[in-house]
C-alpha cells in the first residue's frame, strides 16, 4: 500500500509505503510524553479497554515535533471549519 501526499502549495508527490504491519489503525484516547535533550517520545494510548494500553509509540527530535504540532493545529481548523468546534474535553471511559 502507498499513500501519497501533496508538499506544502506545490502539485509535487511524495510515495510513502506503508508496510503490511501497520496498515490496521490503532484508536487512541490519551496520549503522553516525555521529553530528552533530542527527542520526544509520545506514547498513544487507548485507554478504557480490557486494559489501558500503549497502542503506538513514536520518538522524535523536537524539530520534527514542532512541525507536527502545526500539522495537528491546520487539521483542527480544517475539522472546525468544516463540521465545528471541537468540544474542549470530552470523557472518552464510560461510568
Same mark, same amino acid.
Given at each position: 500500500?502507498?499513500?501519497?501526499?501533496?508538499?506544502?502549495? &506545490? *502539485?509535487? &508527490?511524495? !510515495?510513502? @509505503?506503508?508496510?503490511?504491519? *501497520?496498515?490496521?489503525?490503532? @484508536?487512541? !484516547?490519551?496520549?503522553?510524553?516525555?521529553?530528552?535533550?533530542?527527542?520526544?517520545?509520545?506514547? @498513544?494510548?487507548?485507554?478504557?479497554?480490557?486494559?489501558?494500553?500503549?497502542?503506538?509509540?513514536?520518538?522524535?527530535?523536537?524539530?520534527?515535533?514542532?512541525? *507536527? =504540532?502545526? *500539522?495537528? !493545529?491546520?487539521?483542527?481548523? &480544517?475539522?472546525?471549519?468544516?463540521?465545528?468546534? =471541537?468540544?474542549?474535553? =470530552?470523557?472518552?471511559?464510560?461510568?
Amino acid at each position: 500500500m502507498e499513500l501519497k501526499y501533496q508538499i506544502g502549495e &506545490e *502539485l509535487s &508527490e511524495v !510515495n510513502i @509505503f506503508v508496510p503490511d504491519e *501497520l496498515r490496521a489503525a490503532a @484508536f487512541c !484516547n490519551s496520549a503522553y510524553s516525555q521529553i530528552g535533550a533530542e527527542e520526544i517520545s509520545i506514547d @498513544f494510548v487507548n485507554m478504557g479497554s480490557m486494559s489501558n494500553s500503549v497502542v503506538s509509540r513514536i520518538i522524535m527530535t523536537p524539530s520534527h515535533t514542532k512541525r *507536527l =504540532v502545526a *500539522l495537528l !493545529n491546520q487539521k483542527v481548523k &480544517e475539522y472546525e471549519d468544516t463540521f465545528g468546534p =471541537v468540544p474542549d474535553s =470530552v470523557d472518552p471511559i464510560a461510568k
